[in-house]
Each structure stands twice: as C-alpha cells, then as structure tokens.
C-alpha cells in the first residue's frame, strides 16, 4: 500500500526521527521540520538530527532489564535508533553507549536515503485544520497529519503556541520527579498500610521513623552530593515541588513539617505517632510501584539509593525510577491523549517522544514508532493501532494515557508498568510474552497491511 497525502513532523531528535523512518519504510511521504541549525537550544550543538545531549548511553541490552526489553521490541519494528546504535557502538560492557557524532551522522544520512524531505526551520504554530498549512515563521508550514515531536527543550515560540492549543493547564515545562521504587523491596515488618486518622482506605504505604532515625536522615540528605543545574536550567522552585533536600537545608524539623509529616499516623508496633513518616502511594493499577510523596530530588543517583535506604522499611528497595528535577517540556497526556497518540480533541495531531511524559531516549524513540505508524494508518485510511499493555511499549503507552492517574509525573520502562507484573522471578517469562505479543501485533497491524519491506 502506498499513501501519497503527506505526514508532517515538527522536531529531529529521538522521536521526531523514528517516526519519520517509519513513515517511509511504510510508503509514506514525510516532511521533518527541524529548526537547528537555523537556531539552536541551550543544549543542542549540532546540526545533524537524533542529537545525544545527557549521556551517550541508551541504558542496558540485557533482557534482564526493562531497557534491553524495550529495545528488543523496538529492534523488532525496524526501529531506526537502535539500528543506528548498534552500527556506532562504544565498549561499555552491556549497556548501549555509541560514539555521538557518528551515531547522529548515520540518522541523518538514513533518512535521506529513505527519502525524507527534512525542513530547516522553527515551527512557530500549530495548524489550525487538518488540510491547511499553518503560519511557521515562514509561509505554508505542516500539514495534518502533524506529529508534534519537539521534546524536553522545546522553543519559547512553540512551546507558547502549545500552550495556547492545549489550554494553559496541558503543558508542563519543569519535571519535578519523586522517586519510585517497587514494592516488593518494601519490608512490611516495619512498613504498614494506613491513612492519616484512618480516612478511606489504607491506601498508603508508611515508613515510621523514631527521632533518631529521623535526625540522621536529615543530616545525610542535607550533606548528600547533588546533580548540577545546567545554565539553562534555572528553575523556579515553588512550595509545591521544592527538592526534599532543599526543604532539609531549612532546619531539622522542616521535613517533619512537610513531607514527612507524622500527624495522624500511629505506627501499629508502638501504638504511637511516629517523630516522622515516609509516605508512599500506589503509582499503577497492578500494584507493583509506590511513589515516595514529596521525595522530588536533585541528588545523584547512588546518593539516592544511599540516603533512602536509610528509611525503615526501605533499605532494601529497589527503584523502578529515581527522583529528579530538570527543564523537560511536558503535557499532561492521561487528559489530553489517546494510546494512539492523537490528541482527543483533534485526531489529526500526535504527540511523541519526551513530550508524551516517558522519560529517556529509547521512551522517546519507541513512541516516535507507534505515532509514525498510526499517522501512517490515518492517511491510508486505515484505524490507528497500539501493541498490547503486555508488551513494554503498549504498558509505557498504558500509563502515560492511563485518563484515571490523578498525578502524572514521566515514566521510564520497567517492569513494573507491565500487566500482570509480579516479583523478580516473573521477569523471565514477562520478557518471553511481550516478545511474542510484540510479534503478533506487528505481523497483524504492520505486515499483513502490506506496507513495510
């Protein structure tokens, strides 16, 4: 099947490229619109497309990992990054570290063998129909169906178009993050389910700390090593997502005061209230992760599993996700997105990449393929698709669309957003499913339409 209506795709980095390779492995016509080198982020350099800016690591490959099942999906839909990876690697033991320059050259050069027309210029506002162009800074501009895949550091011109699209409370340009661990490296001998005065459901998971305890926490939190701001991120903090280490710095009872309040909590094993609490709430319907509330951090990640595990009932967890506060342009896709991708109010527009609310490079690129395939679909008149929440890419698309989740923070792949996700000895044979899941929905959605080759 060949489709001749042309899919538009504002931003060249993770996202913006899958999608666009996609499109054209399908029969499709794809515009990129990529505003650099015609001007660059903060953080941004080059002029080549799927430019690494954090780190040159796309995690593990390991199938004992959440990332190296997710990139084995991806590597099973043809997927443009890890082809790209795998072609500029780096030694780094079993995580996929690439030589930058190369690996961002080999993007570029792949999608203008495959035909991709890519626009150098900064996409200032959103279309306003599904047929007509839109004003972009200069004249004509994307089409619908339009992928907005613009990422973390989307421009102040965009991101204000975005804004005044999706409403002023649908976009988010600050990631406050607590962490979230899983549960079965909680302890339940000192940790206990309750609400404060025993409202509603037991609902949360408390970590009870006696006055020692507590003062120890705070020293080590206040003296933990930090990750730096970048220049460009000079965020200004509010009440309601100060760093737990910032609140810490304002005097040992602070914590006591805020986030780790003890009042009405009674710890069952002393019948008393605690001198403070840690808090943690359920994150997914299996009951498989808790976000520690108020625990939204700067602190290195080994100084995160140091200093938390010093938390009665916590010493031995795990993270599915740690904590951070960084620049990340956002919306709040559980309100505004379909697991297709398309915006509910307008399916003529998708989302993919960082701005969907996954977190990480291969997130990103992974929803670049789902969003290509389905603006694909839409323009062969065929219905959008998604992969089964057994699978990582369906469970991340699950949760970031999840419309009953009533605080949407991002979410990188771990095992823990899988359907029917248990304890640590299951991961084998979830990897097993998802894999096979994974290959059915393609042979059924992708391959039997006839279109990739």
């Not at 915006?343 to 003529?348: I, N, R, S, V, Y």
Request: overall charge positive; glycine content about 10%.
């Amino acid at each position: 099947m060949v489709c001749m209506k042309e899919v538009s795709i504002i931003g060249g980095g993770m996202a913006g490229v899958e999608a666009a390779f996609m499109i054209a492995r399908l029969g499709g016509r794809v515009t990129l619109y990529e505003m650099k080198p015609v001007r660059f982020s903060a953080a941004h350099t080059s002029g080549d497309l799927a430019e690494l800016v954090c780190s040159n690591s796309l995690k593990s490959v390991s199938l004992d990992n959440a990332s190296g099942l997710l990139k084995e999906e991806m590597r099973s839909l043809g997927s443009l990054v890890i082809t790209a990876a795998e072609a500029e690697r780096v030694p780094a033991g079993t995580a996929l570290a690439v030589d930058r320059q190369r690996f961002s050259a080999f993007i570029t050069e792949r999608l203008k063998e495959a035909g991709v027309k890519v626009v150098r210029e900064e996409i200032i506002a959103i279309p306003p129909s599904r047929t007509a162009g839109g004003p972009s800074g200069t004249a004509g501009g994307p089409l619908r169906p339009l992928i907005v895949a613009s990422g973390p550091l989307t421009s102040d011109g965009l991101a204000a178009a975005l804004q005044g699209f999706l409403g002023s409370k649908g976009l988010y340009f600050y990631d406050a993050i607590s962490p979230v661990v899983y549960r079965d490296s909680i302890d339940f001998t000192t940790a206990f389910m309750a609400s404060r005065y025993n409202k509603g459901g037991a609902d949360y998971i408390n970590c009870p700390m006696d006055r020692t305890e507590y003062e120890t926490f705070v020293r080590e939190i206040v003296s933990a090593e930090k990750t730096p701001l970048r220049a460009f991120e000079k965020i200004p903090f509010f009440e309601g997502c100060m760093p737990v280490e910032t609140l810490a710095e304002r005097g040992v009872l602070a914590l006591a005061f805020g986030p780790m309040r003890p009042v009405g909590i009674i710890d069952p094993r002393t019948g008393r209230r605690p001198w403070g609490v840690v808090q943690l709430r359920r994150e997914t319907r299996e009951d498989t992760l808790y976000n520690m509330v108020g625990f939204q951090t700067r602190l290195t990640h080994p100084e995160q599993k140091r200093v938390f595990s010093l938390i009665p009932g916590l010493r031995d967890l795990s993270f599915a996700r740690y904590g951070s506060i960084h620049r990340n342009s956002y919306i709040h896709s559980p309100s505004l997105l379909l697991k297709t991708l398309q915006l509910k109010k307008d399916p003529g527009v998708f989302f993919a990449g960082q701005m969907t609310g996954v977190e990480g490079y291969c997130e990103s690129a992974a929803t670049g393929i789902i969003a290509g395939v389905n603006a694909w679909r839409l323009v062969s008149g065929l219905l959008p698709v998604f992969p089964p929440a057994t699978t990582m890419i369906g469970a991340l698309l699950d949760y970031i669309t999840d419309s009953g989740r009533r605080d949407f923070q991002p979410m990188n792949a771990n095992f823990g957003i899988l359907i029917g996700a248990g304890g640590k000895k299951k991961r084998e044979a979830l990897v097993k499913r998802a894999l096979s899941d994974m290959e059915e929905w393609k042979i059924k959605t992708l391959e039997s339409q006839g279109g990739i080759c």
